[in-house]
């Protein structure tokens, strides 16, 4: 996963403040930069925080950690104080990434987890090494159809 800091502050006429992915634009006025769909992701991000609009927005930014153009999730929040918004987002990528591993590892201890702790001495399930792979409990009598597929 990129990791990356997606931290973010703009004054609210657009000027970039804090910008921990692009130092370089700090003190640019970022205001009417649009996306590749045409979001001025800047200027709305500004109005959702002014007002109390605190609801995740969805754009298109590059991510520091690819190099390429990704769907960003952000929000932000209003500091009336200073003028400023601060912001922060996560690609939709690094989410992906993070779901397929929680993915992986529930289903790995899923199969791990004899069926008589899942459903209870009661139940007898049986399962074939298609359906699961090889890891586990395999099907012992052969009369008797696998728990998912009925083979």
């Given at each position: 996963m990129g990791n990356e800091n997606c931290?973010?502050?703009?004054?609210?006429d657009g000027t970039a403040k804090a910008l921990a992915a692009a130092?370089?634009?700090i003190?640019?006025?970022?205001?009417?930069?649009?996306?590749?769909?045409?979001?001025?992701?800047?200027?709305d991000l500004i109005e959702?925080?002014?007002?109390?609009?605190?609801?995740?927005?969805?754009?298109?930014w590059i991510n520091p950690a690819t190099g390429e153009i990704e769907p960003k999730h952000s929000l932000s929040i209003a500091i009336p104080?200073?003028?400023?918004?601060?912001?922060?987002?996560i690609y939709l990528s690094d989410i992906?990434?993070?779901?397929?591993?929680?993915?992986?590892?529930?289903?790995?201890?899923?199969?791990?987890?004899p069926m008589a702790e899942r459903f209870g001495d009661s139940t007898t399930a049986y399962y074939c090494g298609r359906c699961h792979g090889t890891v586990g409990s395999s099907r012992t009598e052969p009369d008797t159809p696998?728990?998912?597929c009925h083979e």
């Amino acid at each position: 996963m990129g990791n990356e800091n997606c931290v973010f502050a703009f004054s609210y006429d657009g000027t970039a403040k804090a910008l921990a992915a692009a130092p370089q634009r700090i003190d640019t006025n970022m205001s009417g930069i649009t996306d590749r769909e045409g979001n001025a992701f800047v200027d709305d991000l500004i109005e959702r925080a002014r007002s109390g609009n605190d609801s995740f927005y969805d754009y298109l930014w590059i991510n520091p950690a690819t190099g390429e153009i990704e769907p960003k999730h952000s929000l932000s929040i209003a500091i009336p104080e200073w003028d400023w918004m601060i912001g922060t987002g996560i690609y939709l990528s690094d989410i992906d990434e993070g779901l397929e591993a929680v993915e992986v590892q529930a289903w790995q201890e899923f199969k791990q987890e004899p069926m008589a702790e899942r459903f209870g001495d009661s139940t007898t399930a049986y399962y074939c090494g298609r359906c699961h792979g090889t890891v586990g409990s395999s099907r012992t009598e052969p009369d008797t159809p696998c728990c998912c597929c009925h083979e």
